[in-house]
């Protein structure tokens, strides 16, 4: 009896013990104090439905959400933390400033991102589950955990956002607030792509962040290159408000000999078909994805419409289509006015 009374006392004296391993005077051994615990894994949060939204407006700038799987920009990140610690985030999360999440004016929540650090390489996978940064010149605001991982330790840094889909142990992991490892470092020939990309961005001062406490003008869908606030338009727009773009002007015919009469031109090349790129919330970045297509524009409610066009025939509209396409303007579709 004694002898498992013994037993019985050396075991608990062992998991007393090991409980200690790693806190000194109720703190941890190194590292940052801890923020709340990760959701146990019987209480992780969900991936699913994912959440799109509809076009939201803060501060006078209008954002429109939308769902592009091969998002890839570039920007400033920012990170925040306590402030916002055990609040609802977007999606009605609760935002952990150690796990590794971010924020996003217009990706659907949640989405998985690499974030890559222009200066050093380094690249992380993140969970986006919150709305923001509602500041001029920020593409995306990390959490405090996620800043941590990726080394981002000054107010803003130079990065590289590209959506992606990685593993479901991945996914869990992220939704736990665990980190994943980090990526294979980005490699110096196409960090310096990457940084001129930047550069020719914020070449303007509506794309530069603050310098000196004045804030740069606001840019819709927190991008500022021409055609990064469109939102995908339905055919059926077009019943609802029909438009007549003006057809570029032909260029003059040549004279054709008197003994033989030039041939009439086809009725099709006032045709129906027109390629339809998208809509904008500014007029100027409808006018500058207009000029960069060959399109026209055209107002349509709140927002600018761009089209290709007329054509003759769904396979000249097809053709243009492509030609949008390879531009970027992912978008675009045919539609036909009846």
């Known amino acids: 009896m004694k002898s498992i009374v013994r037993e019985g006392a050396l075991v608990a004296g062992a998991a007393l013990l090991l409980s200690a391993c790693g806190v000194v005077g109720g703190n941890r051994e190194g590292g940052p104090s801890p923020g709340p615990a990760p959701a146990p894994s019987g209480e992780l949060v969900s991936d699913t439905p994912v959440k799109v939204g509809d076009p939201y407006t803060v501060a006078g700038v209008t954002y429109t959400p939308a769902d592009i ?15 916002l610690a055990g ?10 400033p150690d796990g590794i999440s971010a924020a996003h004016r217009t990706l659907p929540l949640p989405s998985y991102v690499e974030v890559t650090a222009l200066d050093t390489g380094r690249t992380i996978l993140v969970r986006v589950n919150d709305r923001g940064p509602m500041v001029s010149g920020r593409l995306i605001d990390l959490s405090r955990g996620a800043a941590e991982q990726l080394g981002l330790t000054e107010g803003h840094s130079a990065v590289r956002v590209r959506r992606t889909n990685p593993p479901q142990a991945e996914r869990a992991q992220l939704r736990a607030g665990r980190a994943v490892p980090e990526r294979i470092s980005t490699p110096d020939s196409l960090l310096a792509i990457l940084r001129k990309k930047l550069q020719s961005q914020t070449a303007t001062p509506a ?5 000196g406490g ?15 606030d469109r ?4 055919p059926s727009a077009d019943k609802r408000v029909p ?70 025939s769904d396979a000249d509209a097809r053709g243009a289509l492509g030609r949008a396409k390879a531009k970027g303007f992912r978008d675009a579709v045919v539609v036909r006015d009846r």
């Open 231 to 234: 939102v995908a338009v339905q």
């Open 243 to 312: 438009s007549k773009p003006a057809p570029k002007a032909a260029p003059p015919a040549k004279a054709a000999p008197a003994d033989k009469p030039a041939p009439a031109k086809p009725v099709a090349v006032a045709g129906s078909h027109f390629v339809q790129v998208g809509a904008f919330s500014s007029e100027g970045n409808a006018n500058a994805a207009a000029k960069s297509v060959g399109g026209s524009v055209a107002k349509v409610g709140n927002l600018w419409r761009v089209r290709i066009g007329p054509f003759g």
């Open 207 to 211: 794309a530069a962040p603050p310098v």
């Open 87 to 96: 609040k609802p985030t977007a999606n009605g999360e609760i935002f952990n």
């Open 214 to 228: 004045q804030p740069a003008p606001p840019v819709a869908s927190g991008k500022a290159k021409p055609g990064d």
């Open 69 to 83: 799987p091969d998002y890839d920009d570039v920007g400033y990140a920012s990170w925040y933390g306590e402030e």
